[in-house]
C-alpha cells in the first residue's frame, strides 16, 4: 500500500479529490475539511486513514486472504474471521481482528467503514465467495457510504453465484 497514509503526504496530495462537507445551510464547503487536512497527523484517535481505491482493493485482497503466507498464515487468517470480539445482543455486528462484522438477514459482511473530514470510505468483502466491493465518496453528511457498499457487495456476491450456477 503505497499510496496510504495518516496525512496526505507529497506523495498523496496530487491524487486527492477535493473534499467538501454539507453546511448547515446545505451549501458545500471545501474550506473547513482542507483546514482539518493541515498537519493532521495522528490528533485523531480512529487511525483514519487517507488511500486510493487502488490500495483499498489490494488492503480487501489481504483480508480475503490473498495476501502472502509471510505476513500472515491463512490458518491464523482464518481464526481471526471466526472471532468477533463483541456484538450486539441480535449478533447483528460485532467487531472482529481489524474488520467489523455485519449481518442483514442471511448475508454476513466483513470490512470496515471510515472518514476523515471530506470523505467517507467503505471496504467490505465476503470471505466465502471472495468478493470485495469498495465505496469512496468526497463529501461527507449523513450518505450511508456503508450501506451502499453493502448493497453493491450483495449484488456481487449474488451475480458471482448466478455466474457459478450457470
Not at 474488520?99 to 470496515?112: D, I, K, L, P, W
Request: net charge neutral; hydrophobic share 35%.
Amino acid at each position: 500500500m503505497k499510496n496510504t497514509d495518516f496525512e496526505p503526504t507529497p506523495a498523496i496530495r496530487p491524487a486527492l479529490a477535493k473534499g467538501y462537507e454539507i453546511g448547515a445551510d446545505g451549501r458545500l464547503d471545501a474550506d473547513t475539511p482542507a483546514r482539518e487536512h493541515e498537519g493532521r497527523g495522528y490528533k485523531v484517535p480512529n487511525g483514519a486513514v487517507y488511500t486510493t481505491v487502488e490500495d483499498l482493493a489490494r488492503f480487501v485482497a489481504f483480508e480475503l486472504g490473498e495476501g502472502p503466507e509471510s505476513v500472515l498464515p491463512r490458518k491464523a487468517w482464518l481464526e481471526n474471521l471466526s472471532r468477533v470480539n463483541s456484538a450486539d445482543g441480535n449478533l447483528t455486528s460485532g467487531y472482529g481482528i481489524g474488520f467489523q462484522v455485519s449481518r442483514s438477514g442471511e448475508f454476513v459482511s466483513y470490512g470496515h467503514g471510515g472518514s476523515v473530514a471530506g470523505y467517507r470510505a467503505a471496504a467490505l468483502f465476503d470471505p466465502v465467495s471472495k468478493t470485495g466491493a469498495i465505496v469512496l465518496r468526497n463529501v461527507g453528511g449523513r450518505f450511508d457510504v456503508s450501506g451502499l457498499c453493502r448493497r453493491a457487495l450483495q449484488e456481487a456476491v449474488s451475480a458471482r453465484a448466478g455466474e457459478r450456477g450457470r
